[in-house]
Nanobody
Framework: QVQLVESGGGSVQAGGSLRLSCAAS????????MGWFRQAPGKEREGVAD???????SYADSVRGRFTISQDTAKRTLYLQMISLRPEDTAMYYC??????????????WGQGTQVTVSS
């Protein structure tokens, strides 16, 4: 019913930048809390950034000041602008949506992920 497709991942050197995109279909993202998660091999999935239905944003301490979450509701697309990337940012990044705007790792819909690799 709802599909999320991430893109924009890739390999960059430390200090570089990437912009991830999440294209949504089947609904208006303005009616959902949207977010980005990431998971590195052998590690737990962690929340990176969220944006709620009125545009308020939140960030994990590890990315605050370096990552910016935004959305273009007309294009039904969520973005994550990442600057000053560090090797520890290397992970699979997932887009997620939740109509109930729940805290924690529970989300109604997930994308397939896009890989971000930051080399030193």
């Amino acid at each position: 019913q709802v599909q999320l497709v991430e893109s924009g991942g890739g390999s960059v050197q430390a200090g570089g930048s990437l912009r991830l995109s999440c294209a949504a279909s089947g609904y208006s993202i303005s009616r959902y809390c949207m977010g980005w998660f990431r998971q590195a091999p052998g590690k737990e999935r962690e929340g990176v950034a969220d944006i709620d239905t009125v545009g308020s944003t939140s960030y994990a301490d590890s990315v605050r000041g370096r990552f910016t979450i935004s959305q273009d509701t007309a294009k039904r697309t969520l973005y994550l602008q990442m600057i000053s990337l560090r090797p520890e940012d290397t992970a699979m990044y997932y887009c997620a949506a939740d109509p109930w705007c729940r805290r924690g790792g529970y989300r109604a819909y997930w994308g397939q992920g896009t890989q971000v690799t930051v080399s030193s």
